[in-house]
């Protein structure tokens, strides 16, 4: 089995600060792409960032600037740094993972249970 735990969100002030944590762990041979996306009611889930296992990101338009996706390979860990908040950030955010598991030689794409971020005076 592979859980993704996230942590870190809760409610900011615009302008302000926040960062969220996602470890993956379990039965991993390896872990690929992961990214960071979000959902408000009504709407789909939009990614917000994302970092290859070498590195490489790709940010939505809306937080370029703004927000910083790093990533932890040791810890099997991603984490986006979110500054100068606004409240159309406000949204569950989600963490997504392509992983390798053990014994296998497919990936599949593994999800966060979410955490809400609010942004709001």
């Known amino acids: 089995q592979v859980q993704l735990v996230e942590s870190g969100g809760g409610l900011v002030q615009p302008g302000g600060s926040l960062r969220l944590s996602c470890a993956a762990s379990?039965?991993?041979?390896?872990?690929?792409?992961m990214g960071w996306y979000r959902q408000t009611p009504g709407k789909q889930r939009e990614l917000v960032a994302a970092i290859t296992s070498g590195g490489i990101t790709n940010y939505a338009d809306s937080v370029k600037g703004r927000f910083t996706i790093s990533r932890d390979n040791a810890k099997n860990t991603v984490y986006l740094q979110m500054n100068s908040l606004k409240p159309e950030d406000t949204a569950v955010y989600y963490c997504?993972?392509?992983?390798?598991?053990?014994?296998?030689?497919?990936?599949?794409?593994?999800w966060g249970q979410g955490t809400q971020v609010t942004v709001s005076s």
């Open positions: 997504n993972a392509e992983i390798r598991r053990q014994a296998y030689f497919s990936t599949n794409t593994y």
């Open positions: 379990g039965s991993i041979s390896r872990v690929y792409a």
